[in-house]
């Protein structure tokens, strides 16, 4: 079946603890994305990937850290994390970047608490 | 910067009407518009994809419209069903390779 799958879905922690949320689809995507999602600002996208070593900031990229060593991988990284990083999660892939037929699909989702 | 709105932010109607749901975007370059549906607690189901090029898409009882010139696009919802409560995002694929989500509208038909 082809999905994006994210882990843990679920994930407490304290202030500081670094943490790595993964990322990974079966579906020979290039193009893969972060987003967070919280009350009455909606999805904001952190990082994206067009491709294998290529990783590019997006709109609340302060705070997190990715990398793309494999094409199917696209882990989210949280160095030192803070409250202000309670959030869900969601990581989504795409066939590619860069064209009109690229649609976005998207993993489960990953609820964060930073205490 | 490309800017996505939804309007309304929350719409209640009683089963069986139609309804349309509203996205505006700023910036005119983008490769395609996304609308998906989200349910309380839940991760992302895509309902339509519609490409630059393109004027609409039907999935169903929706039909999304695009007119890229004007920055709008348009969720028609056809003889709404309470299982259509949700709340509505769309997306903006722009021309930076960047995606741009609204805030969503969340509908809720009554039974």
């Known amino acids: 079946e082809a999905q994006v799958t994210q882990n843990p879905r679920y994930l407490i922690t304290v202030t500081g603890k670094k943490l790595t949320v993964t990322c990974s689809q079966n579906m020979n995507h290039e193009y893969m994305s972060w987003y967070r999602q919280d009350p009455g600002l909606g999805l904001r996208q952190i990082y994206y990937s067009m491709n294998v070593e290529v990783t590019d900031k997006g709109d609340v990229p302060e705070g997190y850290k990715v990398s793309r060593k494999e094409k199917r991988n696209f882990p989210l990284i949280l160095e030192s994390p803070s409250p202000n990083q309670t959030s869900l999660y969601f990581c989504?892939?795409?066939?590619?970047?860069?064209?009109?037929?690229?649609?976005?699909?998207f993993g489960p989702g990953t609820r964060l608490t930073v205490t | 910067k490309q800017e996505v709105t939804q309007i309304p932010a929350a719409l209640s109607v009683p089963e069986g009407e139609n309804l349309v749901l509203n996205c505006s975007f700023t910036d005119s370059a983008i490769y395609n518009l996304q609308w998906f549906r989200q349910d309380p607690g839940k991760g992302l189901t895509s309902l339509l994809l519609i490409q630059s090029s393109q004027r609409e898409q039907t999935s169903g009882r929706l039909n999304a419209s695009l007119d890229k010139s004007s920055g709008r696009s348009t969720l028609y919802i056809a003889a709404s069903q309470p299982g259509d409560s949700a709340t509505y995002l769309c997306a903006v694929f722009d021309r930076d390779d960047k995606i741009i989500f609204g805030k969503g509208t969340r509908l809720h038909i009554l039974p």
């Open positions: 989504a892939s795409s066939l590619g970047a860069g064209g009109p037929f690229y649609e976005q699909y």
